[in-house]
């Protein structure tokens, strides 16, 4: 039902900061979405999710105080700002959507994902 666009990653050094973007199509969305990462050999984890209102947000111990998620509405795209980065950062980040507004932090209530990005971060 949704399709995810992101876009943002690269390559950073331990300390520095990457900004990832998400654009949802159709702009109608208005469902939650998230953020989840995997590294190679290890399972996809929560990151980060914001309300479809964008008021709520939820982050994952490893990351809260360094990553902030925002969502922009009127152009239906959502971000993550990610700051002090440190090598166990690196992963493949993956953009998530669901229907319900509610944020969630388990893989299976998004029903939609983008393609992931690489972020790799060097230490």
């Known amino acids: 039902q949704v399709q995810l666009v992101e876009s943002g990653g690269g390559l950073a050094q331990a300390g520095g900061s990457l900004r990832l973007s998400c654009a949802a199509s159709?702009?109608?969305?208005?469902?939650?979405m998230g953020w989840f990462r995997q590294a190679p050999g290890k399972e996809r984890e929560f990151v980060a999710s914001?309300?479809?209102?964008?008021?709520?947000?939820y982050y994952a111990d490893f990351v809260r105080g360094r990553f902030t998620i925002s969502r922009d509405n009127a152009k239906n795209t959502v971000s993550l700002q990610m700051n002090s980065l440190k090598a166990e950062d690196t992963a493949v980040y993956y953009c998530?959507?669901?229907?319900?507004?509610?944020?969630?932090?388990?893989?299976?209530?998004?029903?939609?994902w983008g393609q992931g990005t690489q972020v790799t971060v060097s230490s």
């Open positions: 914001i309300s479809g209102s964008g008021a709520r947000t």
């Open positions: 998530a959507g669901r229907v319900l507004a509610i944020p969630s932090q388990r893989p299976p209530d998004f029903g939609s």
């Open positions: 159709p702009r109608t969305f208005s469902g939650a």
